[in-house]
Structure formats: structure tokens, C-alpha cells
């Protein structure tokens, strides 16, 4: 069995001990009798809110998974170190894991840094990673919004936050926590800087586009006609239409209507800011794609709403869509129907049309075409 010789641990390996008393001595070799005497009256009369306090109540705001050894999971680091020292001159040392999960905690009363807007606000790098003592936590992370309990080594010097025990929650906070970015973490795909949620907060920041939006404001009009709806001003606050997707999104809405009559249609996304800053190319931004959700969503409805777009497609190689109720994308936040008309087609939503193409000529779905003026 490996073991580790305690001649080999260095001083402050399990303490962070230090001279606690080097600035209020009247030894002349670290100050004066006066500068003694300040500190004295000052540490008598000085405010110390924090005085007698060990533990600090914060609130989970990120995490990730960790699996290498470090000073603050001081298990760990000395269990790489008997393994690394046993190992041969000439031996390749060998990664050993170590999971477990760095929590960001934010201690509203502690932190001098901004707090997070989302749960992958860049600012959380500088936050400080805490590691739970709370058993059962090495392979099932505790959730994003949960209030929790921090205890320091060093409480004067915030030396080596621990969780220590769980207090309540998880509370929902926006772009933080929820019910859905807890399953997505738990499922070991949280949303990366850039993601989804990270453009979600991106587009909150920009400022609405101020120009004319002729066709949005056409394709508006024809909404309110059919009783669908938009969603804020999702069409246009990052620009116009452009007029192919313009028409052709009239025509599909007009077409369900028809078809559909009890099925509602909310626009969801056009030419929108959230687009704009996603970190890949996307027909939105360039105002040739429209998201629409519709409700009731029943499997029934979907399918009906599918054969709709195929007919399209069908119709016109160059009008596309992707059904994302079933195959969503990776910036989806939601399910929705996406559809585009770009000229040439390209290759988005290519293998739909193809598909399209055989129901037509098969003679299962009926083709469909839009005048673009």
C-alpha cells in the first residue's frame, strides 16, 4: 500500500496558520509603542460585524465538474501525491480523476464583485471555487439556486470556502436557476458562454434596431387579421424582413389558418437580437427565417402543421424548415417550427425537402407555392 512519509509535508499543507499578531505588538522589532497603542484603542472601538460569525449564507449560481486533484480538496491532492511519488523515475505518471464539482456561491453581504446576470456570467471566473462537504455530493452535484451554508478555514482572509450544509431552496432566479437549467445540468449539458442563455443575455443588452421594418410591419398586419400573435418584438428588433420569407411566412400563417382553424400561432423569432449574437451563421440574421410556436401542440397538430411546411418545400426548393418540436437545434430555447426562403437553397433543412419532394411525388402531400411580389 502507498504511504506518504510526514517528514514530506510542508508547512501550511492542512493549516493556513500565520503570525496573527504582527500588527498590534509593541515589540520594537515589528512597531513602535505608538503605532502599538492606535491599533490597540482601534481594535477596541472598531466596528467588526463579522465578529464570532463561521458560516455565511450564499446561493449556488454555477458549477462545473471537476476531476483533478487541488489544494482546496486537500484529499485529493494528497492521494495524487502518494500516487505520483510511488511511481518509477522513468514511469509515465498516469492522470488519476478525482470527480467531484466547483460551485460558484454568491454571498451578497462578502462579494465586492457584480452579481452574476446569468448562471455563465463571465464574472463568475473570478469568483472563487467551493467545494461541498455536504455527503453525497461528489457524483450528484447540488442544484443552481440553492441556498447553502459557506465556512471558511480562514474567515479573516475568506481562505478556503467549504459547503457545509444545505439551508433550503433551490429558489428560482432569473437566467440563475430553474427547474429546466438544473435537468440540463444534471444531464451534464449546461450552457456554455455563447450558448444559449449566455446570447439570451447578450440580446438583452442590445438596443432594439430603430430603423424602418416595412415588411415586418406587413407581416404584422396579417397576424392581427388571423388572430395569431408575436411574441414581444421578436420580428423586427434586430432589423427588417426580407420580402421572400416575408410572403411566404404570410402564405403558411394564412394556409394553417385555413387548414387549422383552432389552432393558434404565436411569432416567436425574426429578424431578432437573439440571432444576431449567436456565435454561428444563421438565416435570421438576415431576416430571411421566422420561428412560430403553435398551441394546442398536440402530436396531431404537429403533424398537421409538418405537412403544411413539406407542401411548401414541396412546392419551392428554396423555402425550407425544421420541425423543432422533435429535432431541436443547439440554440433552440424552446420548441417552435423554424422556416426560411433563402435563393439558392443551401443545406438547411435539406433532408426535410428531399423528403418533401418524395411525399409529392408520391402523391401523399399536395405542393404549395407563394407569389413574391
Not at 510542508?10 to 492606535?38: C, E, K, V
Not at 443588452?205 to 430603423?211: S, T, V, Y
Amino acid at each position: 500500500m502507498s504511504e506518504i512519509k510526514l517528514s514530506d509535508l510542508p508547512f501550511g499543507s492542512l493549516n493556513n496558520l500565520q503570525d496573527g499578531n504582527s500588527g498590534d505588538s509593541g515589540d520594537r522589532r515589528r512597531t513602535n509603542p505608538t503605532t502599538a497603542l492606535r491599533l490597540a484603542v482601534e481594535s477596541a472601538y472598531s466596528k467588526d460585524t463579522l465578529n464570532n460569525i463561521t458560516e455565511f449564507n450564499g446561493v449556488i449560481v454555477s458549477y462545473r465538474p471537476v476531476a483533478y486533484a487541488s489544494y482546496k480538496n486537500r484529499t485529493a491532492m494528497f492521494e495524487q501525491f502518494v500516487y505520483s511519488t510511488t511511481q518509477g523515475e522513468d514511469e509515465e505518471v498516469d492522470k488519476k480523476d478525482y470527480p467531484t464539482y466547483a460551485y460558484k456561491v454568491y454571498i451578497p453581504e462578502l462579494e465586492p464583485r457584480p452579481a452574476p446576470k446569468a448562471f455563465n456570467d463571465p464574472v463568475l471566473v473570478t469568483y472563487p471555487d467551493v467545494y461541498s462537504d455536504v455527503e453525497g455530493t461528489d457524483n450528484l452535484p447540488l442544484d443552481l439556486g440553492l441556498l447553502v451554508s459557506v465556512k471558511y478555514e480562514d474567515a479573516d482572509n475568506l481562505f478556503n470556502p467549504r459547503i457545509v450544509r444545505k439551508i433550503g431552496g433551490p429558489i428560482q432566479i432569473q437566467n440563475i436557476s430553474s427547474a429546466e437549467l438544473n435537468e440540463s445540468f444534471r444531464k451534464g449539458l449546461p450552457k456554455t458562454v455563447g450558448g444559449t442563455s449566455g446570447a439570451q443575455s447578450r440580446a438583452a443588452n442590445l438596443p432594439d434596431f430603430e430603423g424602418e421594418t416595412p415588411n415586418a410591419e406587413k407581416l404584422r398586419k396579417v397576424l392581427r387579421e388571423l388572430g395569431y400573435k408575436e411574441k414581444g418584438n421578436e420580428i423586427s428588433n434586430g432589423g427588417d424582413l426580407e420580402s421572400g420569407i416575408l410572403y411566404y411566412g404570410i402564405d403558411v400563417f394564412r394556409k394553417i389558418r385555413e387548414t387549422y382553424p383552432n389552432i393558434k400561432v404565436t411569432v416567436t423569432g425574426g429578424n431578432d437580437k437573439y440571432h444576431k449574437v449567436l456565435n454561428y451563421e444563421s438565416r435570421h440574421k438576415s431576416g430571411k427565417a421566422l420561428d412560430f410556436t403553435i398551441s394546442p401542440s398536440t402530436e396531431s397538430g404537429i403533424l398537421g402543421i409538418v405537412r403544411i411546411l413539406q407542401g411548401y418545400s414541396a412546392g419551392d426548393s428554396n423555402f425550407r424548415f425544421l420541425n423543432e418540436y422533435d429535432d431541436p437545434t443547439r440554440a433552440a430555447t424552446g420548441d417552435h417550427f423554424h422556416m426560411s426562403f433563402r435563393a439558392p437553397g443551401g443545406s438547411e433543412g435539406s433532408a426535410n425537402q428531399k423528403e418533401a419532394s418524395r411525399l409529392a411525388a408520391a402523391g401523399t402531400i399536395e405542393k404549395f407555392t407563394a407569389e413574391i411580389l
